[in-house]
């Protein structure tokens, strides 16, 4: 591949991004590939080197943050017209509703997911302390001459204990899980502001 359409390809890519960031990004490329060859590498060589154009991109849009592409997505183009602005003003307790209920509800149900790996945690959390409790209890009445209510307990301690092992490698998965479904969500959502608009 050759730096121009590299660079044009990269150029595509991040189409929908804040135009500053894409120039810097861009430049910041091309004198990279222009280092490489004038350390003696071929052109093809000295792209190759830089990496995929899709990883790249993919790395640039996850460096910017959220807000600023959806600021650039929403700026307009053009000045609005006195009918569309009114129009806007006449429609705000339609579609401002309807967005504020959008979000709440995606807020809610992100929340919810978070309460339940909370409460996973808790249960883990518990665990430790009943197995703790048991054992500690059940010492308690061997040394007190109860010694089959002692075992008993020292036994339901032990399988408190083997269980909060379990739950703990569980709590981990899920939350690391929630929290990779979140960031591929942010992704998602900053992928759908850099896709070029079908005519």
């Known amino acids: 591949m050759t730096k121009l359409r590299f660079i044009l390809s990269l150029q595509d890519r991040l189409s929908g991004l804040p135009q500053d960031d894409v120039e810097e ?7 990279m590939i222009e280092d490489r060859m004038e350390e003696g590498f071929s052109e093809e060589e000295a792209v190759s080197a830089v990496g995929s154009v899709d990883e790249i991109a993919a790395q640039i849009i996850a ?4 807000t600023k592409i959806a600021k650039e997505k ?5 000045r609005l017209k006195v009918w569309e602005i009114v129009l806007l003003v ?3 307790p339609i579609w401002l509703s309807l967005l504020i209920a959008a979000f709440a509800v995606g807020l809610s149900l992100y929340a919810s997911l978070w309460v339940v790996i909370i409460s996973l945690w808790a249960v883990f959390g518990s665990m430790i302390a009943v197995a703790l ?11 007190a ?18 269980l909060s092992v379990f739950l703990f490698f569980g709590c981990r998965v899920a939350t690391k899980g929630l929290l990779l479904l979140a960031k591929k969500t942010v992704s998602g959502i900053k992928n ?3 896709k070029k608009e079908e005519a």
Do not use: W
């Open 25 to 31: 990004r861009l430049s910041f490329y091309s004198e």
């Open 63 to 66: 460096d910017i943050p959220l």
């Open 74 to 78: 929403i700026k307009p183009k053009r």
């Open 90 to 92: 006449l429609g705000s």
């Open 133 to 143: 409790y048991c054992v500690a209890v059940g010492m308690g009445f061997a040394f």
């Open 145 to 162: 001459g109860n010694s089959l209510t002692g075992i008993a307990m020292i036994g339901a301690g032990l399988v408190c204990a083997g």
């Open 192 to 194: 759908s502001f850099t």
